[in-house]
């Protein structure tokens, strides 16, 4: 068997498409231009990157965009101060603070000081509790995306066995939760479980978010299952060269492709999916703050 590709990167065009279809119409019916504010504290390399790419995206797709570049030493209470402002700037649906802080800074103090309904990346612990007891709230990006793929990949998720591996606040407890509301039958593996290749073996659905490279080889996969690749490794790569690296994920990927149903290459698996779920959650937030129907479609 050669599984399925599930192919990330065009994915996350076609929910971009959405996306910019809905502030279309929020614009044209409503006079409504949705609103995502970034931001960033420091100037770690990676965090600047992904928030150009975030501006980016949410200008193609018709929205505004507001980024907040702070100092690496700016205090917490001049950060708090920002957040606050933005809360209660009616132009903005969508706070996100780019993780991780400075070490001076409390990360959880910072996230929990974000409006619930503004938390577009669906930390805030009101939008945790929410979602835990199946409620409406504002979902993480990178679960909400693994759950559109799964959703479009098998259609119905009803009766189908979960596993996934790692237990983050920012992905295996949400996209448990995610997959117990489809109705999954739902296991939470990480590192202590026993006999881990055995119960990953069992399920029909693997989400792999453990942040080791490769950890998970084809010969714990069951035959056509679907595997979800959430981890971003970077590895060396003598073979392109003298300090070459390359990128992998938490799977082994030709082994388990051997066996696998469908699976999620990395990079162009789950990764363009985040930022198409940031930007699908900014939508969801305008629309709940102004009363207005949801998009269908754009989230959980």
């Given at each position: ?5 599930i192919?990330?990167k ?11 279809g ?37 200008v ?44 001076h ?53 009803s ?5 996934v ?106 990764g ?29």
């Amino acid at each position: 068997m050669t599984a399925q590709v599930i192919d990330g990167k065009a994915f996350a065009a076609t929910v971009r498409e959405k996306v910019a279809g809905h502030v279309a119409r929020l614009k044209e019916e409503n006079g409504i231009t949705p609103g995502l504010a970034v931001v960033l504290v420091g100037e770690d390399p990676a965090s600047q990157v992904y928030v150009r790419s975030k501006g980016k995206q949410t200008v193609e797709v018709g929205m505004n965009s507001y980024e907040h570049k702070l100092d690496a030493d700016t205090s917490e209470a001049d950060l708090l101060a920002v957040i606050d402002a933005l809360n209660n700037d009616p132009t903005v649906h969508g706070i996100l603070v780019q993780l991780p802080l400075p070490k001076h800074l409390d990360e959880d103090l910072v996230i929990n000081s974000v409006a619930p309904e503004k938390d577009v990346d669906g930390f805030h612990i009101s939008n945790v509790g929410l979602l835990g007891t199946g409620q409406k709230s504002m979902v993480p990006c990178t679960p909400l995306g693994c759950l559109m793929m799964l959703r479009d990949h098998h259609g119905s998720l009803s009766g189908l066995d979960a596993v996934v591996i790692g237990r983050s606040n920012i992905v295996g407890k949400p996209m448990a939760q995610l997959l117990l509301g489809d109705s999954c039958t739902v296991t939470i593996a990480h590192s202590r479980t026993k006999d881990l290749p055995e119960v990953v073996k069992r399920a029909d659905i693997v989400v792999a978010a453990v942040g080791r490279p490769e950890m998970v080889p084809g010969d714990w996969i069951k035959e056509g299952a679907t595997v979800i690749d959430v981890g971003i490794n970077r590895i060396d790569a003598p073979e392109k060269g003298e300090g070459k690296t390359r990128l992998v994920g938490d799977v082994h990927y030709e082994s388990a492709a051997a066996v696998a149903g469908a699976i999620t290459p990395v990079p162009g698996g789950v990764g363009p999916m985040t930022i198409a779920c940031l930007l699908a959650n900014t939508v969801t937030a305008c629309c709940r703050a102004n009363g207005l129907a949801e998009p269908e479609g754009l989230t959980a």
